[in-house]
């Protein structure tokens, strides 16, 4: 059964950090790992997809990593800005399912 | 649509009351998936459709969960006999599917539900 966690659970920083938010999964057969955006009271916002057979992804200020043989991602927040402020999760995508770290909630403080 | 749709946004009931939330996918969308996600906890699995056929119930969490797919496009869960453990944010998500496991999974807006 495949397990996703995510470290920190939450993580406060001053504006302009650059930031490294963690996310570990227990069975490396996966199609591949999404990163997403949750807001407060919102739905999930996709940030970035990495395929199994591909190593990072990258979007503007984002950059997500895959090692499949580890079991780990790791998304990259440069320059970090008070509108980052949200909680990101990752998610394994298996045969039928995708399962879900239980995130990061980010606060950029200005 | 130009993304996934749900309604309603928010959902009072009577404990004990049946509801039915329904989910619109992207157009041509053949995976659809259902989550769950309780005050602070995590997105909880609930099921997941292909086509109009569902191979993964495993997350229905009780009988009084159903969930149906009509046309290879709108969802709907319906929970019978309400009761307050059930209060929770109702997501649906869907991707292209079928051989193409590997796409991006689209997210809803969610139905913040509340069992009085």
């Known amino acids: 059964k495949q397990e996703v966690t995510q470290i920190p659970a939450a993580l406060s920083v001053p504006e302009g950090e650059n930031l490294v938010l963690n996310c570990s999964f227990t069975d490396s057969a996966i199609y591949n790992l999404q990163w997403f955006r949750q807001d407060p009271g919102k739905g999930l916002t996709s940030l970035l997809l990495i395929q199994s057979s591909q190593r990072e992804q990258t979007s503007g200020r984002l950059n997500a990593s895959l090692d499949k043989s580890s079991g780990r991602s790791t998304l990259y927040i440069a320059a970090s800005q008070p509108g980052d402020s949200a909680t990101y999760l990752c998610a394994a995508r298996g045969f039928q399912k995708l399962v879900f770290g239980t995130g990061t909630r980010l606060l950029v403080s200005p | 649509g130009a993304g996934v749709s749900q309604s309603p946004s928010n959902k009072v009931t009577e404990k004990g009351k049946d509801v039915e939330l329904r989910c619109d996918p992207i157009?041509?969308?053949?995976?659809l998936y259902w989550y769950r996600q309780s005050l602070g906890q995590g997105l909880e699995f609930l099921i997941y459709f292909q086509g109009n056929s569902a191979p993964d119930k495993s997350g229905l969490p009780s009988d009084r969960f159903s969930a149906e797919r009509t046309g290879g496009s709108v969802s709907t869960l319906t929970i019978q006999r309400t009761q307050q453990e059930d209060s929770a944010v109702y997501l649906c998500?869907?991707?292209?599917?079928?051989?193409?496991?590997?796409?991006?999974?689209?997210f809803g807006q969610g139905t913040r539900l509340t069992v009085v």
């Open positions: 157009s041509g969308h053949t995976a």
């Open positions: 998500a869907s991707s292209l599917g079928g051989a193409l496991k590997d796409t991006e999974a689209f």
